[in-house]
């Protein structure tokens, strides 16, 4: 008897296929979907047309569509502003009037003058596509160097601007990736870090490796620049400049992954012809460079802390029986530490929350910074003499307000403040621990309209990351605000894997203990579902890039738990994710298919891997992009066509491929307000959420 096929509420295109077959210790893995893997194909593309065709002819079926769009987009116009950093007595900061695709920077030759415009990178694009990659001014304020990242690329460049003319120099330097520029003490250069130049077609897609720090000088060819450091033994090694705020000294910080374990190098930066110097770390632990008092260097370490302490080395002898330690380990995860007016002013995360602590040099408590509520802080950027610095604070129900803090007195002064066009006050935040599958206690942050009714039938979107030593704290969106107006409740949960809790809980949550991730998450919906604040048929899941592919494993391992699933830009084949750009760094969480107990690992929960023909899988929407040189589009091609060839029900399995994009930094405003129409709008569709169009 002929098995029936499976019903589908569309002609699925076609995808390209191969007989491709990988060993991997011995196993035998197909992977006909290898085709996919070249973007650039006459077959992909045509494949990715036909995908876009699909799901915008869904996406515009929906009447609620366009009603949606119009509410984010008034959500989201409002003022954004930066915290502005301090330069030979200007202030720099990027403000949005709302609805421009990227900020402007501007530049106050005093904190009370007008502000002037000084870089518009609108007027680089007619679509917004070209973005700010990191903007640094000279110490003197005369200079800025500027990186700029199109179509949402890590490839930047970066070039010089005379602040006063608002004029760009000659300089252009190229292949430059996760650098900024650090500027040398003269103002007459800066140092940076590039990789070599990639082939011809595999500047998206080839693996970066063999990264060179090297000072360029203001007025030369990038060709003349010097280099100052390499390692041709160790491909992976890469560099991070940094110049003590004395001028005194070059630290490189080494790492090899994305493990903040460090190796600190350093040399007298007048010392041209001189080798750095080894100073601390192989790799066994974080060693963040905050300021020197001479020869005395400070560092934030995880060194025999998991939470983190501040330590005082001497560098002539700089023994770890030697150290002195300033600020010691507390409950709390140390996450930051700004050197600003004689004083360490520290980030702390408190249960996912920012607290701040201000100390003097010897390492005394002298207060902490009252902040107004459960929220995030940050900024507290400055240089060491500073009497002032600047911090935002925001929430998940109020947007970023900047601060002006008052180094001496501890005073807070609200500096910019947006106008909304909602009131806050109709919302609530709570945070809840729940247990996971293991009785690890997790916390989870549930925003939503004040009064919401544990009655089960809540439309739910739960959102999660678990990743990287990232922690998850609370942050404004406009458009999850959307959500919430229509009735949602937005469920953000810190799972393991993440930064809130130290080292122990990054590391319970990686390689061979990566299932604790997908169960973190898996036992957050299954709670939300027992606490009678949703149901199946009501709770989506959604992340980003590692959170895509938290979302496609839990899809996968759990089908009947969702009712719509959002996996953006993730990393949904764990057998080659390493061959890509920068993916051989992710080896550090993920481990490596290389390795035979990881491949066991990463096969068991690889979302591609695990797509079983046959399955009703949830209304489920992949979106990538396809200038994608973080998380290779491929990723999210492959896991779509295997999900619609498997898809044993009429649940829709829809792609939507972003053109003119890459990872999501540096995205137009434009784009981004369309992605989160689009997925509310899906999410409508599915969930049977009451709007009125």
């Given at each position: 008897?002929?098995?029936?096929?499976p019903?589908?509420?569309?002609?699925?295109?076609?995808?390209?296929?191969?007989?491709?077959?990988?060993?991997?210790?011995?196993?035998k893995?197909?992977?006909?979907?290898?085709?996919?893997?070249?973007?650039?194909?006459?077959?992909?593309?045509?494949w990715?047309?036909?995908?876009?065709?699909?799901?915008?002819?869904?996406?515009?079926?929906?009447?609620?569509?366009?009603?949606?769009?119009?509410?984010?987009?008034?959500?989201?116009?409002y003022?954004?502003?930066?915290?502005?950093?301090?330069?030979?007595?200007?202030?720099?900061?990027?403000?949005?009037?709302?609805?421009?695709?990227?900020?402007?920077?501007?530049?106050?030759?005093?904190i009370?003058?007008?502000p002037?415009?000084?870089?518009?990178?609108?007027?680089?694009?007619?679509?917004?596509?070209?973005?700010?990659?990191?903007?640094?001014?000279?110490?003197?304020?005369?200079?800025?160097?500027?990186?700029?990242?199109?179509?949402?690329?890590?490839?930047?460049?970066?070039?010089?601007?005379?602040?006063?003319?608002?004029?760009?120099l000659?300089?252009?330097?190229?292949?430059?990736k996760?650098?900024?520029?650090?500027?040398?003490?003269?103002?007459?250069?800066?140092?940076y870090?590039?990789?070599?130049?990639?082939?011809?077609g595999q500047?998206?897609?080839?693996?970066?490796y063999?990264?060179?720090?090297?000072?360029?000088?203001?007025?030369t060819?990038?060709?003349q620049?010097?280099?100052?450091w390499?390692?041709?033994?160790?491909?992976?090694?890469?560099?991070?400049?940094?110049?003590?705020?004395?001028?005194?000294?070059l630290?490189?910080?080494?790492?090899?992954?994305?493990?903040?374990?460090?190796?600190?190098?350093?040399?007298?930066?007048?010392?041209?012809?001189?080798k750095?110097?080894?100073?601390?770390?192989?790799?066994?632990?974080?060693?963040?460079?905050?300021?020197?008092?001479?020869?005395?260097?400070?560092?934030?370490?995880?060194k025999?802390?998991?939470?983190?302490?501040?330590v005082a080395?001497?560098?002539?002898?700089?023994k770890?029986?030697?150290?002195?330690?300033?600020?010691?380990?507390?409950?709390?995860?140390?996450?930051?530490?700004?050197?600003?007016?004689?004083?360490?002013?520290a980030?702390y995360?408190?249960?996912?929350?920012?607290?701040?602590?201000?100390?003097?040099?010897s390492?005394?408590h002298?207060?902490?910074?009252?902040?107004?509520?459960?929220?995030?802080?940050?900024?507290?950027?400055?240089?060491?003499?500073?009497?002032?610095?600047f911090?935002?604070?925001?929430?998940?129900?109020?947007?970023?307000?900047?601060?002006?803090?008052?180094?001496?007195?501890?005073?807070s002064?609200?500096?910019?403040?947006?106008a909304?066009?909602?009131?806050?006050d109709?919302?609530?935040?709570?945070?809840?621990?729940?247990?996971?599958k293991?009785?690890?206690?997790?916390?989870?942050?549930?925003?939503?309209?004040?009064?919401?009714?544990?009655?089960?039938s809540?439309?739910?979107?739960?959102?999660?990351?678990?990743?990287?030593n990232?922690?998850?704290?609370p942050?404004?969106?406009?458009?999850a605000?959307?959500?919430?107006?229509?009735?949602?409740?937005?469920?953000?949960?810190n799972?393991?894997?993440?930064?809130?809790?130290?080292?122990?809980?990054?590391q319970?949550?990686?390689?061979?203990?990566?299932?604790?991730?997908?169960?973190?998450?898996?036992?957050?919906?299954?709670?939300?579902?027992a606490?009678?604040?949703?149901?199946?048929?009501?709770?989506?899941?959604?992340?980003?890039?590692n959170?895509?592919?938290?979302?496609?494993?839990?899809?996968?391992?759990?089908?009947?738990?969702?009712?719509?699933?959002?996996?953006?830009?993730?990393?949904?084949?764990?057998?080659?994710?390493?061959?890509f750009?920068?993916?051989?760094?992710?080896?550090?969480?993920y481990?490596?298919?290389?390795?035979?107990?990881?491949?066991?690992?990463?096969?068991?929960?690889?979302?591609?891997?695990?797509?079983?023909?046959?399955?009703?899988?949830?209304?489920?929407?992949?979106?990538?992009?396809?200038?994608d040189?973080?998380?290779?589009?491929?990723h999210?091609?492959?896991?779509?066509?295997?999900l619609?060839?498997?898809?044993?029900?009429?649940?829709?399995?829809?792609?939507?491929?972003?053109?003119?994009?890459?990872?999501?930094?540096?995205?137009?405003?434009a784009k981004?307000?369309?992605?989160?129409?689009?997925?509310?709008?899906?999410?409508?569709?599915?969930l049977?959420?009451?709007?009125?169009?």
């Amino acid at each position: 008897m002929k098995a029936e096929e499976p019903a589908r509420p569309f002609p699925y295109p076609e995808a390209p296929k191969s007989d491709t077959v990988d060993v991997y210790h011995g196993v035998k893995i197909a992977d006909p979907y290898r085709p996919l893997e070249d973007p650039d194909s006459d077959v992909t593309r045509a494949w990715v047309e036909a995908e876009n065709a699909i799901t915008n002819g869904f996406l515009g079926s929906i009447p609620q569509r366009e009603g949606l769009h119009a509410r984010v987009t008034e959500l989201w116009d409002y003022e954004k502003f930066s915290p502005p950093g301090k330069k030979g007595g200007k202030y720099f900061y990027t403000h949005n009037t709302g609805l421009q695709n990227q900020g402007v920077l501007f530049v106050l030759d005093a904190i009370d003058a007008e502000p002037r415009a000084l870089l518009d990178p609108n007027t680089l694009s007619a679509d917004g596509t070209v973005a700010l990659a990191g903007t640094v001014a000279s110490d003197d304020g005369r200079l800025l160097a500027f990186g700029i990242a199109e179509a949402g690329s890590d490839w930047n460049v970066w070039k010089v601007r005379d602040v006063a003319a608002g004029k760009d120099l000659d300089d252009e330097l190229r292949w430059i990736k996760f650098s900024s520029a650090v500027w040398t003490p003269d103002h007459k250069g800066f140092f940076y870090g590039r990789f070599p130049a990639p082939e011809p077609g595999q500047d998206l897609k080839g693996a970066n490796y063999y990264q060179k720090v090297y000072l360029h000088r203001v007025g030369t060819p990038q060709d003349q620049d010097t280099l100052i450091w390499e390692d041709p033994e160790h491909k992976e090694w890469e560099a991070t400049p940094t110049v003590s705020d004395d001028g005194a000294y070059l630290v490189l910080t080494l790492h090899k992954g994305t493990d903040a374990k460090y190796r600190v190098l350093y040399r007298p930066l007048d010392a041209t012809d001189a080798k750095p110097t080894h100073l601390v770390g192989e790799f066994e632990a974080e060693y963040d460079f905050l300021d020197n008092d001479g020869p005395v260097f400070w560092f934030k370490t995880n060194k025999d802390a998991e939470r983190g302490r501040v330590v005082a080395i001497d560098v002539r002898d700089p023994k770890p029986e030697k150290w002195v330690e300033l600020i010691p380990e507390a409950e709390e995860t140390l996450e930051s530490v700004d050197v600003v007016g004689d004083r360490f002013i520290a980030s702390y995360l408190k249960d996912a929350h920012t607290v701040v602590r201000v100390f003097d040099l010897s390492g005394k408590h002298l207060r902490d910074v009252d902040l107004p509520g459960l929220g995030t802080a940050s900024g507290f950027s400055g240089k060491r003499k500073d009497g002032e610095t600047f911090y935002a604070f925001t929430s998940y129900t109020t947007p970023a307000t900047i601060y002006r803090y008052d180094v001496e007195t501890g005073a807070s002064t609200p500096w910019r403040k947006p106008a909304l066009k909602f009131d806050p006050d109709a919302y609530e935040t709570v945070q809840v621990f729940y247990p996971s599958k293991d009785g690890t206690k997790i916390p989870m942050f549930l925003t939503g309209k004040k009064g919401i009714r544990k009655d089960g039938s809540n439309p739910t979107l739960l959102y999660g990351y678990g990743g990287f030593n990232i922690p998850l704290t609370p942050g404004f969106s406009p458009s999850a605000l959307t959500w919430m107006e229509m009735g949602g409740l937005y469920a953000v949960a810190n799972l393991r894997g993440g930064g809130e809790y130290g080292e122990s809980w990054h590391q319970g949550g990686t390689k061979l203990a990566k299932q604790n991730v997908f169960d973190d998450f898996i036992a957050a919906a299954e709670w939300l579902i027992a606490e009678k604040y949703t149901n199946s048929s009501k709770l989506a899941i959604s992340g980003r890039s590692n959170g895509g592919l938290l979302v496609g494993a839990c899809m996968t391992q759990r089908p009947d738990l969702f009712g719509a699933c959002l996996p953006g830009v993730g990393v949904l084949d764990m057998l080659r994710f390493h061959k890509f750009t920068i993916g051989w760094a992710w080896v550090d969480d993920y481990g490596s298919s290389d390795d035979p107990d990881e491949f066991k690992a990463l096969h068991a929960y690889s979302p591609l891997h695990n797509v079983k023909p046959g399955t009703c899988y949830p209304p489920t929407m992949v979106t990538t992009a396809d200038h994608d040189d973080r998380v290779v589009p491929a990723h999210s091609f492959k896991f779509a066509a295997a999900l619609q060839a498997a898809q044993a029900c009429d649940n829709p399995v829809l792609i939507r491929i972003e053109t003119k994009a890459g990872h999501g930094a540096g995205k137009p405003t434009a784009k981004v307000i369309e992605e989160a129409a689009d997925q509310w709008a899906f999410l409508v569709k599915v969930l049977n959420v009451e709007v009125k169009p």
